[in-house]
């Protein structure tokens, strides 16, 4: 199976669940993508790697019932699920496709704004896809995407705290492809660095790059139900790679390090870094 055969079929494996079990971490990070991007009332929206909405739906607010928001995702599954979504509450400026986002299929010109949180960072040829982002909008348009802080040392989409979980002994059961650098120097290396990521925008013909890096609280009512969602999004690379004595092991020390962090109001919550990136076409 290819490298995106697999990245879809693992979201099409997690679509009934994704970003609805138990931990709130995608929706807001989605709302606040929208927030800083701000799409103009009336204006047209392409969402990259769309999920089950958090970014899509907060869009089409932003936008109004005169604007348009399409979101592509490359699992038939998200889409089906998001299509539900859209469908329960009503909204009509909403179009759901599957397509795979390296290969967009619009005409030149067509948005406003294209937004893509934690989704870029799974293009293999990122700068090819931004260069055609760029081509997809309008004068005065404008690219937002989020992504991960990356650090060297930390395994990709955890939050710090995890830096004395993930440890060597835990690593050493991993192939040497899916080790932190390994995943950095393979995909995010772009990311990493301020100044690489706008030399790179620069040169897919971005200009008037910003960068933000903030807290996302993570909230969970308990170690088991993190772990629960930690299998629907990036740390399944981990999981994925792990002998299963090794999975146990984790998943016992991340539980028990979870509800050790649990507040008087019975919830855990963890901060999250992530990179809010904004760049005008």
């Avoid at 010109?109 to 090819?128: C, R």
């Avoid at 995943?183 to 925008?201: C, M, P």
């Avoid at 807290?215 to 999981?239: E, I």
């Amino acid at each position: 199976m290819n490298y995106k055969a697999g990245v879809a079929e693992t979201f099409n494996r997690v679509a009934a669940t994704y970003d609805r079990s138990g931990v709130e971490f995608f929706t807001p990070m989605g709302r606040r993508l929208v927030e800083l991007v701000a799409p103009p009332t009336g204006g047209r929206v392409l969402d990259i790697g769309c999920g089950r909405g958090a970014c899509l739906f907060p869009a089409a607010d932003s936008v109004g019932p005169n604007g348009e928001v399409v979101g592509i995702d490359i699992a038939p599954r998200m889409v089906h699920e998001a299509r539900k979504e859209a469908n329960r509450i009503e909204l009509n400026n909403v179009e759901l496709l599957v397509m795979d986002a390296e290969s967009p299929q619009f005409a030149p010109a067509t948005f406003d704004v294209i937004t893509g949180s934690f989704s870029l960072i799974f293009l293999p040829d990122s700068f090819g896809a931004l260069t055609k982002f760029r081509r997809l909008l309008a004068p005065g348009g404008r690219l937002g995407f989020t992504s991960p802080v990356f650090n060297h040392d930390d395994f990709p989409f955890l939050p710090p705290i995890f830096a004395e979980i993930i440890t060597d002994e835990i690593l050493r059961h991993v192939p040497d492809e899916w080790h932190p650098h390994r995943l950095i120097e393979r995909y995010y290396g772009w990311l990493v660095d301020h100044d690489k990521l706008v030399s790179t925008l620069a040169a897919t013909g971005f200009s008037n790059v910003t960068s933000y890096d903030e807290p996302v609280p993570m909230v969970t009512k308990s170690g088991h139900d993190w772990v629960s969602w930690s299998y629907t999004q990036g740390m399944r690379l981990l999981w994925n790679n792990l002998p299963a004595e090794q999975q146990r092991r984790l998943r016992t020390s991340i539980i028990e390090k979870l509800d050790s962090r649990r507040s008087a109001d019975g919830l855990i919550t963890l901060d999250m870094p992530v990179r809010y990136v904004i760049a005008d076409a």
